[in-house]
């Protein structure tokens, strides 16, 4: 029994070494850069009128996203995300619009464009969201997401062989 316990708490601190050695990885290979290095400009918007049915159909099948910026053409009020979706019984989506569903920019969800890159992972890794949105001045300035941040973490590995 002394034997199976020591092993399970060897595969512990072994998983927990590596974790922290993978965390010092990204945090080396993220040091120095901001959010607008790795940001997406002109991210696709939703506007206030948009039915439910119209942004699942539209915009989340077809784009495979699960949270979109929604403005009103110029300002940014909020986002909308597939959570706020599953709140709505699907035979209200026809009747239901983005108005009515969509959550204020938070601290989980919008991050400005000079916040340090590892501060957004954290935000990433904190909120469950992958996408961000991207503010600069007040403004909406684009989106960044996990993917393309890893994409270039990828590529700064097989560059610099950290």
Not at 1 to 27: D, H, P, R
């Amino acid at each position: 029994m002394e034997g199976m316990w020591q092993a399970l708490i060897g595969m512990f601190i072994k998983g927990a070494s590596s974790g922290s050695y993978q965390q010092l990885m990204l945090k080396e290979a993220f040091r120095g850069e901001q959010v607008r290095d790795f940001m997406k400009h002109s991210p696709l918007t939703i506007t206030p009128d948009t039915t439910v049915s119209q942004l699942v159909t539209d915009y989340i099948y077809k784009h495979h996203y699960k949270m979109f910026p929604v403005t009103d053409g110029s300002e940014l009020l909020g986002c909308v995300s597939t959570s706020d979706i599953k709140k709505i019984p699907r035979e209200e989506w026809n009747e239901k619009t983005v108005a009515e569903i969509y959550s204020p920019c938070s601290e989980n969800n919008t991050v400005t464009a000079d916040t340090d890159a590892t501060q957004a992972l954290t935000i990433m890794n904190r909120s469950g969201n992958s996408r961000l949105i991207v503010t600069e001045n007040g403004q909406l300035a684009g989106i960044i997401t996990l993917k393309d941040m890893l994409d270039f973490f990828s590529l700064k590995i097989d560059l610099e062989g950290e």
